[in-house]
């Protein structure tokens, strides 16, 4: 495969477009030593190359896909300002752009009110979520799912809330009955949803979950980090479809740009359903806010210096590739859960294969069809290092075997069932499930063999 590298050309116009902002100052210009400097990114390059193929179709594993070229080049054009969305003072423009991208994401997920930016991934946007619910509730639990993200029960930890893990149903989802148990129990202060697990791929029922908070009262946090943009998806279930569309009910939510919203690493955002909970992030700082009256993002968020550039990489994406139903950015993302689908067809249809679970968005779960648990894990890792060897880059992940049907897996006698898990968030993995299956169908019969030898 190559690089998509022509693009590279277009930066020079659009920086000496910027250039024109510094036209009336005096010469000054930076010296470079280029032959060092080619020396070392030569050496970076050969580094570099001890990484997994992940722009590439045949890269199905990892929760990972590539940044739009679009985001690349208009981080490294801001780079040449490097703003600081800390504060106007540190980056005008790019705070600027900071709030249009955010409200477009509270738009496209239903927030009619907001307060919202972005912080560097879904761990700390979760943080800040947590934060602000044990700030109104304090002292109540914070519940998830147990196939809830483990950042929660961590996240709760270190700001000294108490958690508790809900079960989930035989498709992965939060059980509402006990759920409901639970808040008939405690004092539940916060529910987290999770609408699109990181491990299954699982949609949490937040209209059932809606009832209940009419019922107990509690905050609602959606943890959308992974799941959020297939709000845009038209063919989604109709359970997960009522999920997403009742989001904007929520009184916060998550949400990954870094994930599937083509953004280079250190791109999460956190939105609020109430604008006033930006009073307790309240603080005064005696030398940050002189240059406007105006919002500083500072105000709002725990992280300080945050990069800016990540804010016009989102901008300009969104410029790009506009979030409406029906546009080419949602139609990418019911690609990917099209390939999903097809590719639990077709393992449904093998014998070899067991599919636990039909897949909710784009990440598929299957196991080798094995006598017991434990040898079906053996097969699945070898299967795994098999495919690697092959070119194709799939994951592992151990679940629960009470996902798995007694009809579909006897052996309940470990707890676990190692499984391989795909996650085809590109777009183009729809067009490359023949090659797909090609090398996995290859990888099994190599496995077979393992097994009888
Ligand atoms: C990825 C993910 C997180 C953690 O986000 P990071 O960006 O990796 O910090 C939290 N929740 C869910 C559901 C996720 O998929």
Request: with cysteine.
């Amino acid at each position: 495969m190559v690089l998509e590298t022509g693009s590279l050309d277009l930066l020079k116009p659009a920086l000496a477009k910027l250039e024109e902002s510094y036209n009336d100052l005096p010469e000054f210009s930076q010296s470079i030593d280029e032959k060092k400097l080619k020396e070392v990114l030569i050496e970076v390059a050969e580094r570099m190359k001890d990484n997994y193929p992940y722009p590439h179709p045949l890269y199905a594993g990892q929760m990972l896909k590539p940044p739009h070229p679009v985001a690349r080049l208009a981080y490294m054009l801001s780079l040449f300002v490097n703003p600081n969305n800390h504060a106007l003072d540190g980056g005008r423009a790019s705070s600027a752009m900071e709030k249009e991208a955010v409200a477009a994401i509270a738009q496209m997920l239903g927030f009619k009110t907001h307060l919202g930016h972005l912080c560097g991934g879904g761990t700390m946007a979760n943080l800040e979520a947590l934060w602000v619910a044990g700030r109104l509730a304090p002292g109540k639990l914070v519940v998830a799912s147990n196939q809830a993200h483990y950042t929660h029960s961590r996240i709760t930890e270190v700001l000294g809330i108490p958690f508790k893990a809900v079960a989930v149903d035989e498709r992965g989802r939060m059980d509402i009955e006990d759920l409901d148990r639970i808040l008939e129990e405690e004092e539940v202060g916060s529910v987290v949803v999770t609408t699109g697990t990181t491990a299954l791929g699982s949609v949490d029922p937040l209209p059932a979950i809606l009832d209940l908070r009419e019922k107990y009262g509690f905050r609602i946090h959606v943890d959308a980090a992974y799941g959020g943009y297939f709000k845009l998806a038209e063919n989604l279930d109709t359970e997960a479809r009522a999920a997403f569309d009742r989001i904007g009910e929520a009184d916060s939510a998550v949400i990954d740009p870094h994930k599937h919203g083509l953004q280079p690493y250190g791109c999460g955002c956190v939105l609020f359903k109430d604008p006033a909970v930006g009073a307790l992030y309240k603080h005064d700082s005696p030398y940050t806010y002189f240059s406007s009256s105006e919002l500083h993002l500072g105000e709002i968020s725990l992280e300080c210096s945050r990069p800016g550039s990540a804010a016009v990489a989102l901008w300009a994406t969104q410029r790009l590739l506009p979030m409406t139903a029906k546009g080419e950015f949602a139609d990418d993302l019911a690609k990917s859960r099209k390939a999903a689908l097809e590719l639990y067809e077709r393992l449904k249809q093998d014998s070899r294969f067991l599919t636990p679970l039909v897949p909710e968005l784009d990440i598929v779960i299957f196991a080798a069809n094995a006598e017991s648990a434990e040898e079906s894990s053996r097969m699945a890792r070898t299967i795994f290092e098999d495919t690697a060897k092959k070119g194709l880059h799939l994951a592992l992940a151990n679940l629960p075997v009470k996902l798995f049907p007694e009809s579909m897996l006897k052996d309940r006698t470990q707890e676990y069932v190692t499984c391989l898990r795909s996650c085809l968030m590109k777009p183009e993995h729809l067009d490359w499930l023949d090659e797909i299956w090609q090398k996995l169908d290859l990888a099994m019969v190599d496995v077979g063999q393992k097994v009888l030898s």
